[in-house]
């Protein structure tokens, strides 16, 4: 393996990254912050990058599926996986979203720092600017997500979605109680030039409140 590009620290976990791997960013910290793993949770954390959510999950207890559809990304994770301790504890698959899980594959939570930047269509055009780039609106990936991350999920299961205010907050919102499911915003974090990182959490809404 050539030498990583960058070394990036989160608590005291470290974090080597590789070209054409995400560099942990705001938008990773935050939901970081705000990922409240419990103990032998079954966690799947969609778009990997350098691992690091999938890796603090693990070490707060998850047993953890990692996916990207970016070999770069899956070799990056692995070796930080091994780097923090926790390798035995995650499983890693290259594929895109869910396609790589069996139909009754469930889980307590599915984490996703997703591409939601709008972008011309060339922007797409490489693995990093894949890990960005959600389409003219932002929100090609993020659309795809929310219509299939429901028949994934524990009953009792939720959703933590990455995403900022020019993707439409209210629209992923919207989308997801389409799906019956009800979601808010966690947390937000403003950055400069009018966008403000958006942390969705989504659950099932129960009986009651369908009625
Ligand atoms: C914004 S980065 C987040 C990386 C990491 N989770 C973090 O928080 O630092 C988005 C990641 O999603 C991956 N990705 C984008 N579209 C995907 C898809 N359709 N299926 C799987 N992974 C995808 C990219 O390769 C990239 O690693």
């Known amino acids: 393996m050539p030498s990583p590009n960058k070394r990036v620290y989160f608590g005291s976990c470290a974090f080597n990254v590789y070209d054409e791997v995400y560099e942990p960013a705001e938008d990773s910290f935050l939901l970081a912050e705000n990922l409240g793993v419990k103990e032998g949770e079954q966690v799947l954390d969609l778009g990997t990058g350098c691992g690091v959510l999938g890796v603090l999950a693990a070490k707060k207890g998850g047993h953890v599926v990692a996916v990207d559809f970016s070999p770069y990304a899956i070799r990056c994770a692995k070796e930080n996986s091994a780097f923090n301790g926790v390798r035995g504890k995650i499983e890693f698959l290259q594929a895109s979203l869910f396609t ?11 984490l996703f720092n997703a591409p939601y930047l ?6 797409a055009a490489t693995w ?3 890990t960005w780039a959600g389409g003219a609106s932002g929100r090609d990936v993020v659309d795809r997500f929310i219509s ?42 403003k950055l400069p030039f009018f966008e403000t990182l958006t942390l969705i959490e989504a659950s099932a809404a129960t009986e009651k409140e369908t009625i």
């Open 148 to 189: 299939q991350a429901p028949s994934h999920l524990k009953p009792n299961g939720r959703v933590l979605l990455m995403q900022s205010t020019l993707t439409g907050v209210e629209e992923t919102i919207h989308k997801f109680s389409e799906q019956s499911f009800n979601a808010a915003v966690k947390a937000s974090q």
């Open 100 to 110: 790589a899980l069996s139909s009754n594959a469930v889980f307590d939570l599915i």
């Open 128 to 130: 990093i600017g894949r």
């Open 118 to 123: 709008p972008s011309e269509e060339d922007e």
